[in-house]
């Protein structure tokens, strides 16, 4: 792998982290209001599966960054982004009137979030990771 291709995975490994990391920061600081925003969405177990959620995000989000079992941490953060997308962006099931179109794009945007996951989780974090320098 080259140079460019590295850069590209090391900003990338970033942009992805940083999507997580930031979120997960908000859910802290507004943990009540996500929560309420959680029941809207009929999801079960709010307590438990938003600290859950806080904590895959924050850690998912370092370890792709630092590209430390960035592979494993990218797959769960797929699995994780494919769950939060049923669950709160189901423009399915809006009723008619609603913000379908908003909700549509959200859904895709996070298919397109899971798609990069993905992509890291079978190609790897690069020569610019910790997983990297471990093997050497």
């Given at each position: 792998?080259?140079?460019?291709?590295?850069?590209?995975?090391?900003?990338?490994?970033?942009?992805?982290?940083?999507y997580f990391i930031l979120p997960?920061?908000?859910?802290?600081?507004?943990?009540?209001?996500?929560?309420?925003?959680?029941?809207?969405?009929?999801?079960?177990?709010?307590?438990?599966?938003?600290?859950?959620?806080?904590a895959l995000q924050l850690t998912g989000g370092i370890a792709?960054?630092?590209?430390?079992?960035?592979?494993?941490?990218?797959?769960?953060?797929?699995?994780?982004?494919?769950?939060?997308?049923?669950?709160?962006?189901?423009?399915?099931?809006?009723?008619?009137?609603?913000?379908?179109?908003?909700?549509?794009?959200?859904?895709?945007?996070?298919?397109?979030?899971?798609?990069?996951?993905?992509?890291?989780?079978?190609?790897?974090?690069?020569?610019?990771?910790?997983?990297?320098?471990?093997?050497?």
């Amino acid at each position: 792998m080259n140079l460019f291709e590295n850069a590209c995975l090391l900003l990338g490994r970033t942009l992805l982290g940083l999507y997580f990391i930031l979120p997960g920061m908000q859910k802290i600081a507004n943990f009540d209001m996500m929560s309420q925003y959680m029941a809207q969405h009929n999801v079960p177990m709010i307590s438990l599966l938003l600290i859950f959620t806080i904590a895959l995000q924050l850690t998912g989000g370092i370890a792709i960054i630092i590209g430390f079992k960035g592979r494993f941490a990218a797959f769960i953060l797929a699995g994780l982004t494919l769950v939060i997308s049923l669950y709160m962006h189901n423009f399915w099931n809006l009723p008619e009137g609603s913000d379908v179109a908003h909700e549509t794009q959200n859904f895709v945007k996070n298919m397109a979030i899971m798609a990069g996951l993905l992509v890291l989780a079978g190609h790897g974090t690069g020569k610019f990771s910790v997983d990297n320098r471990v093997k050497n």
